[in-house]
Nanobody, 116 residues
């Protein structure tokens, strides 16, 4: 089974970039039939899908975040990284990486606080 682990800075200043990395084990980012995603949950709000990509690297991005977000992958390290630019305190959330195929897997999440 796929296991996921988020990592990265937990405190980011406004106008800077939230950039968690997801490390994948038990599966490959290049395996056909898998989609890999970033999902977040802000305080008092529901889960928000941010973006995802498949084995070929083709990416889908949330329209509400499209101007600020990018997702990159490093297949040699089996890692993928979110970059959410120009952040505000409204971007404070727990950020999760997610894998979807026939089954789904979640990382435990990483808290990112945007504050000056």
């Amino acid at each position: 089974q796929v296991q996921l682990q988020e990592s990265g800075p937990g405190l980011v200043k406004p106008s800077q970039t939230v950039s968690p990395t997801c490390t994948v084990s038990g599966g490959s980012l290049t395996t056909s039939g898998y989609w890999w995603a970033w999902i977040r949950q802000a305080p008092g709000k529901g889960l928000e899908w941010m973006g995802s990509f498949g084995a070929t690297g083709a990416t889908a991005i949330s329209p509400s975040l499209g101007s600020r977000i990018s997702i990159s992958r490093d297949t040699s390290k089996n890692q993928f990284t979110l970059q959410l630019r120009s952040v505000t305190p409204e971007d404070t959330a727990v950020y999760y990486c997610h894998a979807h195929s026939i089954r789904t897997s979640w990382g435990p999440g990483t808290q990112v606080t945007v504050s000056s």
